[in-house]
């Protein structure tokens, strides 16, 4: 009994003495490191983000002609526009055009290693991303004193920490994706530049020319970066941090940008300005739901991530003090949740921004979590801190690397149990596993061949893309989806006048008659129109009592999509 | 640069002034508001009267949760039996009684927290104080649809106790009545409407992770709000049995679960009232504040409250107005703090101005320039104070404005019950009941003063505030029928059905008897939502043995205060009953 109560004395006396210890620490605890420190943390980040990319790898080596549909049309525009096609004359969509010859990338991919479209936009994506950690990495490495040098690793691992979620769902490639992964290495020489840290007059170019192509893409992003700016520069109004050499990259870039639209030709001017434009602007509420909704989403993945994200807003704003990484990163977070809600539909790359923003958050909030923690086992432990990184590093490779060995083998799995199909019917050799819409993708292969117009009309981008593109079938139209006509539809019938309501019917004609010339002139084996909202749009139109339907016969209706087959197709064996 | 260094220097005698601007601001804006609430007597919020309903039946000696069901906590039941009894003693409608009673408590809410802030003149973020207090102000202002209600009572309760937890985190002294007085209505709110507790818990864990001190934790008005909490919750003891054992194993659980599942009704455009707008201001004003953040040390708490408050309508999952009071206080607040952020920028930018005009007019001239320094500062500052009073009375004219146009015409009834009732619609024949185009224009047809009637639909409107308004009553268990929703969606997704499914029966056997024994002399049901749940515990059966279907009716205004609802807008049939059952 009497050693018992020794024991606990000197135990008692032990854990008194600890926490004198530990009033004794100064606080805020320092973000900087030491040198094995900063080598083992930075050792550790590359083997994290190659275990990430073996994890980005899988997906287009298994499945080279899964991509999701947004990306597809983007690429498949890229190819059109490389064939000498003219955006908003012979090809519409209403993304402003940065985007669609940035896409002209994977293109010039898959035909330098001969792979299909899809695999090498997926190879693009994960170069890109490369880049992104690659060069941002790097950049930091270079910052061997700064004060929160602790937070560097954790910064690139969770940021990364999207492209692997993207990379098991649809959105990988999104323009959110592609801004995001030009824009993080420009975001980090922007901060150590108004952080009083200099970056190279190289690499500030570099992620400055960079970042400009990814900023111009949508009006949102380039809002993103403005507000991120003006929040540094009312903080510490320094002109010279404000104008540094990417910044002005990027300005001048976008002045030529800027310059390029202005010097388009007149009819695609016209194309853009005076027809898609008016038409979105008026009508893009078509695919628009509830702000409950925009929260919610279609999946409780959304629900969480915005609970997330407030759960991760709000322990920044608690831990302001400890970081000047928070501050952007709350800005930018919120930036993107509104510029989420001002686009007004539940759509996932919307919300990619604030998504990312969130995860730089929850990397660096836990990462100065860990440093608290740590700074208090030494002061208590006195030991070298080898011992403690030795052990948090240990447990985090324990609890990541069984994940990605995991996942591999489940995508393998997956692969191997596939139906396959024959790239020969794609004009590649090999077999490779079904993509989606199988059915649909039946009915393309068997009625066309490889090079052959299709005419999708439909209410979203999908299925007709990725199917052409994934089929290597052209587009029978100008209008490579039908999202324009329930868009029209929309604007008609919630016209504030009755000018509005006259501009809405007329841009409706020509696009229906645009449809009739353009079946004419390249008269597609197969035409699929979308049963819902669509077949009865036309209907209303009397799109089908055109004289040219009269070559065309109606074969049934699969997946929802009504199929007409021009009357002289003979059969191909399938 | 602290606070303290960035405080632009407000001399003492332009505090005393300031003071009284603010504090004469609030009384003109709350008078704006007595004024619309005594010429719009019988203007409720909708949950409000349900709890006005209820509490009524509780003075008639009826036991909650026993005797009828409510999802409201029986704190804000017993608490609404004082505007009953009241309004049966001064023969004013229950709606006025209710609504001034909120507004004296919001009123004494925002003077409460003037006399915790103003006093302190010396203290160094003071120039944002009389900010401050005509923003809550304005707060309430906009609350003028909301007044009452469970949030809005709550956030009444929680702004001064916030304001005494941050100076008391941030090493003020607090008197002893400021503590103990602020933390009996914090503890009376954290009962009132359980979601506070996050609030003040959340509060609390960013104090404690950016200060990281302990001692302020267990300050004086969190151990008066645990005790006051704790004693409203023994009370619960004091509740009969049958309503302690309903109010545990059912409506508690269907609080904490109905709200988590959601269906596809919310999907389209206004499915839910769309109040962006406050999430765009609320973003802008935390995005202006962030770079100042040194300045106060208001904001941070004051963004962690908006935060909590995001939560807290994502939680609940109805998007209407009343969810987002919080977030409405918290932005208010905000824009407080951004705007004295600017003022002292400006102040700033201007003293720069005129320190290069002196310099620039120096040699001999030191004495008559720095008179015309005072002069010109003591004119820019009543300028700026005439535009601001300006500008904050201007903004709330317009907006009462509206919001008095929209009493207009979201209450349409006002015919029927200004006492007249003179039906200006037609009379009802078989085939053209479709005249009888509105909930308020049936009632009127098929009942009278003092009738039973009864609303099954999928959220309080149109029977709340209507009945209260219309002097019905309403018949039979169910008080409220958005509960069947809850609980078809808790029986959906619940990992307990079997639990949800007796809850059920038990419900839709006093339906059942309800509709049977014929006390309500119309009945309103939802076509699909309730609808189908009728059909599906088989009450449908009953309802047209005993009823007979006259017509249909919808809530045809726009989907935003005063009158908003979740989810489709379908059709709502109306039944009366029949001479002999079928």
């Known amino acids: 009994m009497t050693k018992l109560s020794d024991k606990l004395q ?18 805020p605890a320092s973000l900087a490191m030491d040198t094995p420190t900063r080598n083992s943390m930075f050792s550790f980040g590359c083997l994290l983000l190659l275990v990430t990319f073996l994890r980005l790898l899988v997906v287009p080596l298994l499945f080279p002609l899964q991509i999701s549909p947004d990306q597809s049309m983007f690429v498949a525009i890229g190819e059109l526009l490389l064939q000498g096609k003219r955006l908003y004359v012979d090809i519409f969509d209403v993304n402003p055009p940065l985007a669609f010859y940035v896409h002209m990338v994977p293109i010039v ?42 937070l560097f690793v954790p910064l690139v691992v969770s940021f990364s920490c999207l492209t692997l979620w993207l990379a098991q769902i649809d959105e990988f490639g999104q323009r959110e994706h592609i801004f995001l992964l030009l824009f993080f290495p420009f975001f980090i020489v922007r901060w150590l530049r108004w952080t009083g840290s200099e970056t190279g007059l190289k690499s500030a170019i570099i992620a400055g020319s960079l970042a400009a192509i990814g900023l111009f893409f949508k009006q949102y ?32 870039l976008g002045a030529l940008y800027g310059l390029c639209i202005l010097l388009m030709p007149q009819d695609m001017k016209d194309g853009y300005f005076s027809f898609m434009v008016p038409i979105f602007a008026a009508g893009y509420s078509e695919y628009g739901t509830s702000i409950m909704f925009q929260f919610i989403g279609w999946a409780q993945t959304w629900n969480e991530r915005i609970y997330l994200l407030i759960v991760a807003c709000a322990l920044g704003m608690a831990m302001l003090r400890y970081s000047t990484l928070f501050m952007p990163l709350i800005a930018f977070t919120l930036s993107g949740l509104a510029s989420y809600l001002l686009q007004g539909q539940p759509w996932l790359n919307h919300a990619l921004p604030f998504v990312a923003g969130t995860y730089m958050l929850v990397g660096i909030e836990a990462a100065v979590a860990l440093s608290v923690v740590r700074q208090y086992a030494l002061a208590l432990f006195k030991r070298p801190s080898g011992w403690i990184d030795i052990i948090w590093m240990a447990a985090l490779l324990v609890w990541q690397g069984p994940i990605g ?6 995508q393998m799995q997956r692969a191997a149990e596939a139906d396959k199909i024959d790239l020969a019917l794609v004009g590649y050799k090999g077999a490779v596993s079904r993509a989606d819409s199988e059915s649909l993708g039946a009915v393309v292969l068997r009625y066309t061949k490889i090079g052959e117009p299709v005419l999708f009309i439909t209410r979203s981008i999908s299925p007709g893309y990725p199917l052409l593109l994934q089929t290597k079938r052209a587009p029978a139209s100008r209008y490579l989806h039908g999202m324009l006509l329930p868009t029209l539809m929309y604007a008609s019938d919630n016209a504030q006048s009755e000018a509005v309501k006259a501009k809405m019917e007329k841009f409706k004609a020509k696009v229906i008659a645009d449809y009739k010339d353009d079946i004419r002139r390249s008269q597609p084996k197969l035409i699929l129109i979308q049963n819902t909202r ?18 065309y016969e109606f074969a049934g209706i699969v997946d929802d999509h009504r199929i007409y087959i021009r009357r002289d197709v003979v059969v191909a064996p399938y | 640069m602290n606070a303290d260094q960035a405080a632009p220097k407000i001399e003492l005698d332009n505090k005393a002034k300031y003071s009284i601007v603010s504090l004469a601001l609030v ?22 009267a349900l709890d006005l309903e ?17 999802l409201s906590s029986p704190v804000a039941l017993y608490s609404a039996q004082v505007p009953a009894l009241v309004s049966k003693v001064t023969y004013f409608p229950a709606s006025l009684v209710s609504n001034q009673i909120a507004f004296v408590f919001s009123l004494f809410s925002v003077l409460g927290s003037a006399a915790i802030l103003l006093p302190r003149r010396h203290h160094r973020e003071w120039h944002y104080f009389p900010l401050l207090v005509v923003a809550l102000a304005l707060a309430n202002v906009l609350m003028l649809f909301q007044l009452g209600q469970k949030e809005h009572l709550a956030m009444i309760a929680a702004i001064p106790y916030f304001l005494i937890r941050w100076l008391r985190w941030n090493g003020r002294k607090i008197t002893r009545v400021e503590a103990v007085a602020t933390g009996v209505f914090a503890g009376f709110a954290s009962c009132l409407w359980y979601p506070f507790l996050l609030m003040g818990i959340s509060l609390e864990f960013y104090w404690l992770l950016s200060l990281r001190r302990l001692r302020p934790l267990l300050g004086l008005e969190v151990r008066v709000a645990i005790c006051t909490a704790a004693m409203c919750l023994l009370s619960l003891l004091l509740l009969p049995e049958v309503a302690r054992d309903n109010y545990f194993s059912l409506v508690c659980p269907l609080l904490s679960l109905g709200y988590q599942c959601h269906d596809w009704s919310v999907y389209g455009s206004g499915s839910v009232p769309e109040r962006r707008d406050i999430f765009y201001v609320a973003i802008a004003a935390i995005l202006f504040v962030l770079p100042f953040r040194n300045r106060t040390t208001l904001a941070g708490p004051v963004v962690v409250l908006f935060l909590v408050g995001f939560a807290l309508y994502l939680w609940q999952l109805k998007g209407l107005s009343q969810s987002t009071i919080p977030m409405i206080f918290a932005t208010s607040i905000l824009l407080a703090i951004d705007l004295g952020i600017a003022i002292s920028l400006a102040h700033k930018l201007t003293g720069k101005a005129s320190q290069l005009k002196i310099f620039g007019a120096r040699a001999g001239t030191s004495l008559s320039t720095s008179r015309l320094r005072i002069w010109k500062h003591s004119i820019l500052g009543t300028a700026s104070l005439s535009v601001f009073v300006l500008i904050v009375l201007g903004f709330s004219g317009i907006f009462l404005t509206a919001q008095v146009g929209k009493i207009c015409r979201s209450v349409p009834e006002a015919q029927y019950w200004a006492g007249g009732l003179a039906a200006p619609v037609a009379k009802v024949n078989t085939g053209e009941t479709d005249k009888l185009s509105s909930c308020a224009a049936w009632l009127n047809e098929f009942s009278h003063k003092g009738d ?6 999928d959220g309080l409107l149109p029977g709340y505030p209507l009945m209260l308004q219309m002097n019905r009553r309403p018949s039979g268990y169910l008080l409220q029928s958005d509960c069947l929703i809850e609980l078809e969606a808790c029986e959906r997704e619940s990992l307990q059905p079997k639990k949800f499914e007796e809850y059920a029966e038990k419900l839709y056997s006093h339906l059942n008897q309800d509709i049977a024994s014929k006390r309500a002399k119309i009945i309103f049901v939802q076509n699909f939502t309730v609808g189908d749940l009728l059909k599906k515990h088989k009450v449908d059966e009953t309802l047209h043995k005993y009823y007979e279907l006259k017509g249909h009716t919808q809530i045809k205004t726009a989907n935003e205060e005063p009158v908003e609802r979740t989810g489709f807008n379908y059709k709502i049939g109306v039944f009366v009953p029949r001479s002999q059952p079928l």
């Open chain 1, 109 to 150: 991919v898959s035909k330098i290693f001969t792979i299909p479209a899809p695999q090498a936009f997926n190879f693009s994506i994960i170069a890109c991303w490369l880049y992104s950690v690659g060069f941002g990495l790097w950049l930091l490495w270079r910052q061997a004193k700064h004060k929160e040098a602790f």
């Open chain 1, 534 to 551: 669509l077949w009865e749009i036309l209907q209303n139109s009397k799109f089908m009592e055109d004289k040219i339907f009269k070559q």
């Open chain 1, 221 to 252: 992003y380039l809002a993103a970066w403005l507000i991120l700016e003006a929040i540094w520069f009312m903080q510490n109004p320094l002109w010279r941090r404000l104008v540094a050499p990417e910044t002005i990259a990027c300005a001048v």
């Open chain 2, 27 to 48: 009384m003109v804006l709350f008078f704006a508001v007595l004024l619309i609430i005594y010429s719009n007597q019988l203007m409720i919020a909708p949950e409000v």
């Open chain 1, 10 to 27: 000197a135990f008692w006396q032990s854990v008194k003495a600890s926490s004198s210890k530990l009033k004794r620490l100064p606080l």
């Open chain 2, 452 to 457: 039973e009637v009864l609303f099954l639909t």
């Open chain 2, 54 to 70: 209820a509490a009524k039946l509780i003075v008639l000696g009826k036991i909650p949760y026993g005797d009828f069901f409510s």
């Open chain 1, 405 to 410: 060995v995991q996942v591999i083998g489940e």
